[in-house]
């Protein structure tokens, strides 16, 4: 049998850990269990990460650079409004076509609270992208974007890419997802237009005929409790 290198088995390891996690929660993602997601021996994986709390670490690095490709695979490289739109909406399209990392990223950031500064690192990575991407964009031409109103618009972006994660996660209902996609960018939408004024050549958005779905959000979901 060959013998597959260290790092391809890091990487393995990383992975189901992402997916026992996102299963079982963290009190539940055991080392056994995850070596087995793996198909590796328990000893591989002692071996490749001393400690759980150093495999943990790894997958908060990973989550975190998955996080930043996002941002750049959406990067439209046009006018603020625009580009601000398409880095909410390839965010809100991975969280959809990727459960598991949403509901990886939010069981460790509460483990990563209680256990030091780790749950930052997503954040951080994903607001230095999102800057990186955004300082180089004008409202209109010849009319830049200040970095204070990029820190807000970045802060409303995560604000509302974190809310449309948790409500699908929560309810797993693609049909209301998909319209409340919609919602959350005209939410955006109506942020920067008191703020940015409209945009130079605002994206079309796809027609979609599709049956009224259902609604639902946490908010609805706490008040009927």
Known sequence: M??????????D?????????????VDGA???RIAEEASAPLATLHYCFATKEVLFAAVFEYLANEYRDVLHRSDVHSDTQNTARGLLRGVLEWYLANPDFGATILELISWGQRE?????VV??????????????TTVAPGRPVDAGTIDKLIYVVSALSDGFALNWLVFTDENAAQAQMALTLGVLDAWMAVNLGEPAAPAAEPVVH?????????VSWVRMG
Do not use: N
Not at 116 to 120: C, I, L, R
Not at 210 to 218: A, H, T, V
């Open 123 to 136: 954040y951080a990575k994903a607001f230095s992208t999102m800057h990186s991407i955004l300082e180089g």
């Open 116 to 120: 030091g500064e780790q749950a930052e």
């Open 13 to 25: 390891l990383v992975a189901a850990a992402v997916r026992v996690i996102a299963a079982h929660g």
């Open 30 to 32: 055991t080392t056994r």
């Open 210 to 218: 599709e049956p009224e779905p259902d609604m639902r959000s946490l």
């Open 2 to 11: 060959a013998r597959i290198p260290a790092a391809e088995r890091r990487a």
